[in-house]
DNA sequence: CCAGTTTCATAACATCACGTTATGTAGACC
DNA sequence: GGTCTACATAACGTGATGTTATGAAACTGG
């Protein structure tokens, strides 16, 4: 015996309903559908769904048995049917999104938290990568969005790249660093404390060693590598060790106080972050929503770090 | 956004069953069926249910989020089937049967237990009532089967007779009572003890006159009326009193050994106990199985009294 | 008991979704 | 790179489902 589930879900409608003309004006459907349907179901089953003869349609104890099954079916489908608006309106879904380590954990992280405070049926999967990976994964079709910084005039196929903020990395140190007191450091006092390093094939380690060089500091004593933003931060703030970070990550730490950047320019590199995505595939409106939301964060932080930066400059030439 | 169940079932097929191939086998229906029913699905909703380019056809989050709905429909609808098929095979259902009080209580509640024994899923309504008011109730479709002595050339309209015991009455008693012990019991020997009556409304009151009458005695004095079976046996075991009741029930009491039938002729009427259904409507599988297993027990019972009376001469006559 | 109202059943018809077979195409595996 | 398997597409027939119009039957009130 083989059934049709919408069948059982007219059954339930009429059943609770209380008739046939209330049931199908709560489906939207005309009431001689629902008559013939149920009809050909009492002629299929070969029993009475309903009382014969009774003018208000009283079901049977059958009809009420199968009215219960029709009942889960309508509640199914009409989870089924909030799960794809809420999936359409960006509420509900996955995002995999990945990027560089220093950024998800120092940036991206405290964002995907807020993100998910007013989104908790989205799923984040975060990933870790540097931009050439990124972008296979996202071309790939495994990745939903990337954040990493690039070169402005760098153009990977297939792939769309959004500024957000321009590259800028500074010297970090623990808040009671030696250094920090002075109002202006000089290459040559960096030269006496230890060194944290980024892995080697991660672009800040190249942003460390162009700016040592800018600076004119070739010879660094590397006291660390290899480790993720907890692990440098504990070890920056129980030492006296130097590290170069985005300023970015420094301002997100601000509220602890544990860290600080010294006021050394070590000159730009010709990298914005950004956010990548695939250009190929539309992305899922989760997705779509969590990138907008990261965008718009990252305005309101750049806003707030310019802010911020006026004010140190206004404090320091007082 | 509303769905089509059948689409759900389907993709919860799919995606359980681990492919197209294997989920139309499963559902009974080809490949290109399925094949063409999930994209459509994907177009509607806008988003894809399953990876795009992968071969061993894998489900998005979304994909897997639907199809767990649409496993619901589909234990649903197999729980419609189940019902469905326990009912055509008379394993689930209602059956309201009626009777006279005195039959249902001694004879027919035993029987009742006995099939829900095996019949667990069948629900059983029992109302009481004489054969007027059961062959209206019948023909009304408010009843399903009746069980009630009824003339042998009596035809009700639109009902259907079928005897399934020849009525006998006999003057019932406490097991210890005095009239026990004798071999044969005169008219004269029931003047002097109390009468429990059946309601006046009654066969059995009737019979009780009509054994009175023929045996002579018309002068009896009534006790105790208007109780149910229980109350008369209870009245009777704590008392002298003695009253008509079918052999049937004080048979079906044997086993108690709290009711004993006085060696005594009273005539049989002219009725049987037999089945009753409705001519016009067919019965329902719960309730002709019912009937059938009502009828067999009682083919059984017939057998069992007639060898236990002719035990009983036996033992009388040594 | 009768008239009015409501509620369901039936008829006739159009359309679209579904199921079929045949066949193309693209991952996957060795 | 060749082969196999699995999925997608095409073309077509059929049947179920939707519609509106209308009839019949049962509950309601006086």
Redesign the pocket.
């Known amino acids: 015996m083989k059934l049709?589930p919408?069948?059982l879900e007219?059954l339930a409608a009429?059943v609770d309903e209380?008739?046939?003309?209330?049931?199908?004006r709560a489906?939207?459907?005309?009431?001689?559908?629902?008559?013939?349907?149920?009809?050909?179901l009492e002629h299929r089953i070969g029993a009475p769904l309903?009382e014969?003869?009774?003018?208000?349609?009283r079901p049977t104890e059958l009809g009420r048995a199968l009215a219960e099954r029709g009942r889960q079916v309508l509640t199914a489908n009409a989870a089924a049917s909030s799960i794809v608006t809420k999936y359409r309106g960006g509420k509900s879904g996955l995002v995999r999104v990945g990027g560089t380590p220093v950024f998800m954990d120092g940036v991206i992280a405290g964002m995907i938290a807020d993100f998910q405070q007013q989104n908790p049926d989205v799923r984040i999967d975060q990933s870790y990568g540097y931009a050439e990976d990124l972008t296979a994964a996202l071309t790939a079709g495994t990745l939903d969005l990337a954040i990493c910084p690039m070169r402005r005039d760098a153009r990977a196929e297939g792939v769309e790249f959004q500024p957000i903020l321009p590259g800028l990395n500074v010297v970090a140190c623990r808040a009671g660093h030696p250094l920090m007191r002075r109002t202006l450091v000089t290459p040559a006092d960096l030269a006496e404390f230890p060194w944290i390093a980024p892995p080697v094939d991660s672009p800040l380690y190249k942003d460390l060693r162009r700016a040592l060089a800018n600076i004119g500091t070739e010879a660094f004593k590397i006291s660390f590598t290899g480790g993720t933003l907890a692990s440098v931060i504990s070890i920056l703030t129980g030492s006296d060790a130097l590290t170069v970070l985005p300023y970015s990550v420094v301002f997100m730490l601000r509220r602890q106080n544990t860290l600080g950047a010294l006021s050394l320019q070590i000159g730009h590199p010709d990298r914005d972050l950004g956010l990548l995505t695939a250009r190929a595939a539309p992305a899922s409106p989760a997705a779509a929503r969590f990138k907008a939301f990261v965008a718009k964060q990252f305005g309101g932080l750049a806003v707030t770090i310019q802010q911020h930066q006026q004010d140190m400059l206004w404090r320091g030439a007082r």
């Not at 209380?18 to 199908?24: D, N, P, V, Y």
């Open positions: 049709d919408r069948h007219i009429v209380g008739g046939l003309t209330e049931g199908a489906l939207g459907k005309s009431q001689p559908s629902l008559s013939r349907t149920l009809s050909q309903f014969p003869g009774r003018r208000p349609l």
